[in-house]
């Protein structure tokens, strides 16, 4: 199962919206609606910011969405906060009861 | 509080094994699923594979097939993951992370251990 794809890196200034994309397969991402988005700040274990491609924890902030289109996933991240500068990992569920990961992107807060 | 405790960082030589606990509380341990994730230094998360806590049936990463037990004792509410024959492209620190149940997080990790080092070093 190869990783899915994010971008290394994206950016934004404070009180700016910006959007990840992770994209996947037809066999994983394009398959089921479970796409989760974790963030990493250095240092610490990832959190649970979005499950089921849209839904969010309590914990997480609604600055943070999630939608999918075909075999894309995307985080948008609204009102750019510094606390948000961290990287980003999207999550798939896959065929046989597994997972997979995306290469991750880090959020740079300008 | 739910809380995800687990053992400490190990330092291992090459062609061992070791096994990394995670003990569990604040929840019931046999009605969520344990994850182990992997990452290594700078480097992705990167999936392993999980158990069923209830009746301890289990999945892995086509990856690490054959080199990774995860294990359970329901007694101690604690899940056990052991990667053997450990290589240096091994070191990394490893995660379990509880998978939310049906109703709130089906398939995604929504508890996290603190992560334990392990270096594979001769």
């Known amino acids: 199962q190869s990783a899915l794809t994010q971008p290394a890196s994206v950016s934004g200034s404070p009180g700016q919206s910006i959007t990840i994309s992770c994209t996947g397969t037809?066999?994983?991402?394009?398959?089921?609606?479970?796409v989760s988005w974790y963030q990493q700040h250095p240092g610490k274990a990832p959190k649970l910011m979005i499950y089921?491609?849209?839904k969010r924890p309590s914990g997480a902030s609604n600055r943070f969405s999630g939608s999918k289109s075909g075999k894309t996933a995307s985080l948008t991240i609204s009102g750019l906060q510094a606390e948000d500068e961290a990287d980003y990992y999207c999550?798939?569920?896959?065929?046989?009861?597994?997972?997979?990961f995306g290469g991750g992107t880090k959020l740079t807060v300008l | 509080q739910v809380q995800l405790v687990q053992s400490g960082t190990e330092v291992k030589k090459p062609g061992a094994s070791v096994r990394v606990s995670c003990k569990a509380s604040g929840y019931t341990f046999t009605s969520y699923a344990m994850h182990w994730v992997r990452q290594a230094p700078g480097q992705r998360l990167e999936w392993m594979g999980w158990i069923n806590t209830g009746n301890g049936n289990t999945k892995y990463s086509q990856k690490f097939q054959g080199r990774v037990a995860i294990t359970r004792d329901t007694s101690a509410s604690t899940a056990y993951m052991e990667l053997s024959s450990l290589r240096s492209e091994d070191t990394a620190v490893y995660y379990c992370?509880?998978?939310?149940?049906?109703?709130?997080?089906?398939?995604?990790?929504?508890?996290w251990g603190q992560g334990t080092m392990v270096t594979v070093s001769s």
């Open positions: 992370a509880r998978e939310g149940n049906v109703v709130l997080a089906p398939r995604a990790f929504d508890v």
């Open positions: 037809s066999s994983d991402v394009g398959s089921y609606n479970l």
């Open positions: 999550c798939s569920y896959a065929p046989g009861s597994t997972l997979v």
């Open positions: 089921e491609v849209s």
